[in-house]
């Protein structure tokens, strides 16, 4: 069974996805997948949920013990990813390609790399704002290529991959539902602070389907428009609850709405590090890291090196929506 390291340059720039969108690219096709994690705590739900995703039990790979032992060396014909810290002395076990993921930094994407001290490998520029894509086209990949690296594609920025679901933000603020528990694992990408123009809000939401709404309860004018833009979740500050065509309309667009009591500025300050360094297990990101690593990254080129038998996409795994 090969063995693909995933490592990072630097800790949060999404090797956990970026190895569980190619996991459920490879399982589509047929090429059965093993993924472990170095190091990682018994219990991490990230490694439970990946390991789930690609229909196999949990694996927690010690540090001290060489890759390519079992429980990984379980699936011939499969493939292995492991995901661990950028150190030389693991890519040195049994490893059949590295794969390092770095974030896109500007001048200092390189010193980061080089800091990694790997040698010319594999490496996915991941997190690519958009405004900087054509660029890191042009200019970042070529340097790359240059020192040695090959780079099977540049993944933009997907905010839903730092999104947080709508029960964690209501857990941390100790928020009262008004309606839709029952969708409080819906995946909130961002937060729209909305307090002045109502147009300006109603576009803002438009382009942004995935925004959750905080403003002040006893407003209606605000979450009409956000529920008529297409807001995937309300919460509602002061205390303060709204209108009963506010309840209504949420009820009808399955929104859900959540009461707190803190001011708007106080209840974005206790949420704002829920999407600094998320956790990755949740259906919604799973099929974002599979729709994302389909759309730009150079897959089929990973297949060829590691020789995996390919086939047509199945129904296996999770989908994109």
């Not at 995933?6 to 800790?11: A, D, F, M, R, S």
């Not at 959540?258 to 500025?265: A, F, G, L, N, P």
């Not at 300050?269 to 389909?294: G, Y």
Request: charged share 20%; hydrophobic share 50%.
């Amino acid at each position: 069974m090969p063995i693909v390291y995933v490592c990072g340059t630097e800790p949060g720039v999404g090797k956990t996805a970026l190895a569980l969108g190619v996991g459920q690219w490879l399982r589509r096709r047929g090429v059965a997948v093993r993924y472990a994690k170095l190091a990682a705590a018994a219990d991490d739900p990230d490694v439970a949920f990946a390991a789930a995703t690609l229909g196999h039990p949990p694996v927690v790979a010690r540090a001290d013990v060489p890759l390519g032992t079992a429980p990984l060396d379980a699936e011939p014909g499969g493939v292995a990813l492991v995901e661990g810290p950028p150190d030389h002395a693991v890519q040195t076990r049994a490893t059949d390609l590295v794969l390092l993921v770095a974030a896109y930094r500007g001048r200092q994407t390189f010193e980061r790399i080089g800091a990694t001290e790997l040698r010319p490998s594999a490496l996915v520029l991941n997190g690519v704002p958009e405004m900087y894509v054509e660029r890191v086209h042009q200019r970042v990949i070529p340097a790359l290529v240059a020192q040695g690296w090959d780079v099977p594609g540049v993944v933009p920025h997907e905010q839903l991959m730092l999104g947080a679901p709508v029960r964690v933000l209501a857990e941390r603020l100790q928020g009262r539902w008004l309606c839709g528990e029952e969708q409080g694992d819906r995946l909130v990408g961002r937060l729209a602070i909305a307090g002045g123009m109502l147009q300006d809000a109603l576009l803002w939401l438009a382009r942004r389907p995935d925004s959750a709404l905080i403003c002040k309860g006893d407003r209606t004018d605000l979450p009409l428009a956000a529920l008529q833009a297409g807001c995937a979740a309300m919460i509602l500050t002061e205390g303060l609850d709204p209108g009963v065509q506010v309840l209504a309309g949420a009820r009808e667009r399955g929104v859900p709405v959540v009461s707190v009591r803190q001011h708007v500025i106080h209840a974005l300050e206790a949420v704002e590090d829920l999407f600094t360094a998320p956790p990755v297990h949740h259906p919604q990101k799973a099929a974002a890291a599979l729709a994302l690593v389909e759309r730009h990254l150079a897959l089929d080129r990973l297949a060829a090196f590691l020789r995996l038998a390919v086939h047509v996409p199945s129904a296996v795994g999770v989908t994109s929506d």
